[in-house]
């Protein structure tokens, strides 16, 4: 029988008809939720074993899966929690399958290093990315007791401290005001208290904490060389609970439950010094005595707090806030100086599921930094004040298009106002009043478009485009940032991963390293002050070993920084209306390597890393015009972290740190000259090139017992820590001590002087939760 044309056709429709009905498949999606808080638990992992496809779960809970008809293994896996694998079929139609995962019964069981499971940071196309959460900082020996996030954050590789105890970050070359933190979607401008030895973050109101060091998502703008994501705890719905710590210098007290169940929960947190109380004491008891110098009183304080509303199972409505602030107050006769500062935000935020497959997330956030100087002498003062105040609307969404493809998208836009060095002199009786310093108004905006891109099994993909702009009197700035990420399973504990991304950054930091006292003023862009831009690539290798407990990854970068600022000598930051003019521009790199194995799983627990890296700046006017290292510039730094568990009541706690010393400037000679017969004559240091000289290496030993206690209700610990366990006294910075002549009086000589901070400091913290 001859093939005839109508017989063609029939045979072809049947075969695609067969191709799509078998190629037919359907969505299993849901939330995945902790069994003792019911609140949802993002990265958790949720995979179909026989199809070797999986998920992890997005900021809400929320996973999707596209599978054909037939029966299946569900496995969710999440740190701290038992997996559960469930069997499920899958018909003809779509369906909602949501998971409750319960705590393992010992927390100490697996100490939590990260979010997700090592595999799947092997799978995933990020990189540069460390994750962290407050239980295992509370884990880790810290000064004086007092827990802090960023300090743990010190300790992964590509990251280091501004020096000794300092809670500042320095990320591949970076400065502390190149980094982007946020809380809640809210910016905060100094994350420190204490001068910066320690941060504002309370661990009790934190749930976990991001740092990306590279491959920025697309959704991120605004800094040059990191973004610190933190987010608060979203409040227990089952029960109310009650934590907190007791330590040498500080208290801390979260409390969080349900209002409604299932639909209203809270948080509260607050934490405060108690350092003053004694000081003020010893300086009462010594007032009358001659020669007294009185102690400086200082203390700080921070509150946090969230409700969260979920009107429909679609809907989630989320009000949160932050207020902190630091206060340093010296007072002698005739003589009153007293300095404070402090951050504020506020944001309200509206979750929606649209569908399974489509998801927005829009919040209104307002912050606040506002740093002040105060000093009265006799009948004169005078206050110096510097502000930054922001407005921010933000929306992003999230798109499932397939299995394959993950669209996120979305829009910010800012008003900022500055105030820049605002100073009010005067007198009692106003006899002598003026002021100076300028105000600012500008607006930032920025507009992204990203897709994840799961090829096939090996290769993934992320790549997208951030569009950003600034305005400030008329003068606008724009530029296009693209970013991508690949992720390429070599074999199946073996992944090669590449980055790139480019960030610029329109408001800037001044500070005077050279004051006594720290200057914190932010500056907008303007028509001489270009915005700061950086380009970094990175590349590395992770491998999964050890039946899966093993994970060492490296990686390598190199980061261009372009229009980097820094100041004239001399330069006056305060009383100056035209302090642009003050301003140099030049251009930065930083490159490195970064090695890090990480072990989570078994009663010994931690990670090692690594950095090998270079740090210059380059500036016409500065050093004759040749390239010099930033005082951060650190060559090698080490960090050993290990937990141990002796048995389910008592673990052992220690980090070990080495870092090469800071670069910094001396004088290489000195010469006099007398304008003045008879007087003592002018000693002129002279410098060669900057930062050529290096204090001594910085190692330290911190260790710590963590103690549990069985109290009638909830659960309790004791921590006792000793920081600088072997007294090393590290270098914080040199001067030079005059030295003069018993006869005459006469200067005869300088005398470089080593001043450290910290001796061996043993600590004990009392933490509860009921």
Not at 186 to 205: D, K, M, Q, R, T
Not at 577 to 598: M, Q, V
Not at 728 to 754: C, M
């Amino acid at each position: 029988m001859p093939f005839s044309f109508s017989r063609y056709l029939f045979l072809l429709f049947f075969v695609l008809s067969a191709s799509i009905g078998f190629a037919q498949q359907y969505r299993v999606s849901g939330l995945v939720k902790s069994a003792a808080a019911n609140e949802p638990l993002i990265g958790a992992t949720v995979a179909v074993p026989q199809l070797r496809q999986g998920t992890s779960t997005n900021a809400t809970g929320f996973y999707s899966l596209t599978l054909p008809p037939g029966t299946y293994d569900l496995q969710t896996t999440y740190i701290g929690y038992l997996t559960t694998t469930q069997t499920i079929t899958v018909t003809n139609a779509d369906q909602t399958i949501d998971i409750t995962l319960q705590p393992t019964e010992n927390q100490l069981n697996e100490v939590v290093v990260v979010a997700n499971s090592l595999q799947q940071k092997l799978t995933e196309n990020r990189m540069s990315v460390e994750q962290l959460s407050t239980r295992e900082a509370k884990l880790l020996p810290a000064l004086f007791g007092e827990v802090d996030l960023i300090k743990t954050l010190q300790l992964k590789p590509g990251v280091q401290s501004g020096g000794e105890g300092s809670s500042g970050l320095y990320v591949r070359g970076g400065g502390p005001d190149q980094n982007l933190v946020l809380l809640d979607d809210a910016v905060i401008y100094n994350p420190s208290h204490l001068f910066g030895f320690f941060s504002v973050f309370n661990p009790e109101a934190v749930r976990d904490v991001e740092l990306y060091k590279g491959g920025f998502p697309a959704q991120f703008g605004g800094r040059l060389s990191s973004v610190l994501d933190v987010r608060m705890n979203e409040g227990n719905n089952e029960q109310l609970r009650t934590s907190g710590g007791i330590g040498l210098i500080s208290s801390r007290l979260s409390i969080d439950g349900p209002v409604v169940k299932d639909k209203l929960t809270f948080l509260v947190a607050g934490r405060r010094t108690y350092v003053d109380s004694f000081t003020r004491v010893i300086n009462k008891l010594n007032e009358d005595k001659k020669d007294y110098n009185p102690i400086p009183d200082y203390y700080f304080y921070d509150f946090n707090a969230r409700l969260n509303y979920k009107p429909t199972p679609k809907d989630e409505l989320t009000l949160s806030g932050y207020y902190g602030r630091d206060f340093f107050v010296f007072k002698d006769s005739g003589f009153q100086f007293s300095f404070d500062w402090g951050n504020k935000t506020g944001v309200i935020n509206w979750r929606h599921n649209y569908s399974s497959r489509l998801f927005s997330n829009t919040s209104l956030s307002a912050t606040a930094y506002e740093y002040r100087i105060k000093n009265e002498i006799d009948v004169f003062s005078f206050n110096l004040r510097s502000d930054v105040k922001d407005l921010t609307l933000k929306t992003d969404y999230e798109w499932l298009l397939d299995d394959k493809h993950t669209i996120k998208f979305g829009a910010s836009g800012t008003n900022h106002a500055f105030t820049v060095g605002r100073l009010n002199f005067s007198s009692d009786d106003n006899s002598l009043n003026f002021g100076a310093g300028n105000n600012y108004s500008a607006s930032e905006f920025g507009a992204y478009l990203s897709d994840d891109y799961k090829i096939n099994a090996l290769l993934s993909l992320n790549y997208g485009l951030r569009v950003s702009g600034f305005n400030n009197k008329g003068k606008t700035y724009s530029a296009l940032e693209p970013r991508a990420a690949a992720s390429y399973n070599l074999t199946e504990n073996t992944t090669l991963k590449a980055s790139y991304a480019s960030m610029m950054q329109y408001i800037h930091l001044v500070t005077n390293s050279g004051a006594s006292l720290p200057t914190d003023i932010w500056f907008p862009s303007t028509q001489r002050v270009k915005p700061q831009r950086s380009q970094q690539v990175a590349a590395g290798v992770s491998k999964l070993f050890g039946q899966g407990k093993y994970l060492i990854t490296n990686e390598v970068y190199y980061k261009w920084m372009h229009r980097q600022i820094d100041f004239r000598d001399g330069a006056n930051l305060f009383v100056n209306d035209s302090l642009e003019n003050e301003f140099l521009f030049g251009k930065g790199e930083s490159y490195g390597n970064e090695l890090y194995l990480e072990k989570i799983k078994g009663r010994t627990t931690g990670w090692i890393g690594y950095t090998l890296s270079w740090t210059y700046r380059q500036f016409d006017e500065i050093n004759e015009g040749r390239r010099f290292p930033t005082r951060y510039d650190r060559r090698h730094d080490v960090s050993v972290v290990l937990l141990h568990q002796l048995n389910d009541r008592l673990s052992l706690t220690g980090a070990f740190v080495y870092g090469t010393g800071n670069a910094f400037s001396l004088p290489v000679a000195r010469f006099a000259f007398q304008d003045v017969e008879r007087k003592e004559p002018t000693v002129i240091p002279i410098y060669s090139d900057r930062n050529s000289f290096r204090l001594d290496a910085t190692h330290r030993l911190d260790l710590g017992v963590v103690w549990k206690l069985k109290p009638k209700h909830g659960e309790a610990d004791l921590t006792f820590s000793a920081y600088n366990a072997y007294n090393r006294r590290n270098p914080y910075f040199v001067y030079f001590d005059e030295l003069k002549d018993e006869q005459d009086e006469k200067t005869i000589g300088f005398q470089a002087k080593q001043v450290s901070l910290f001796p061996v400091i043993p600590s004990v913290t009392y933490n509860f939760k009921f």
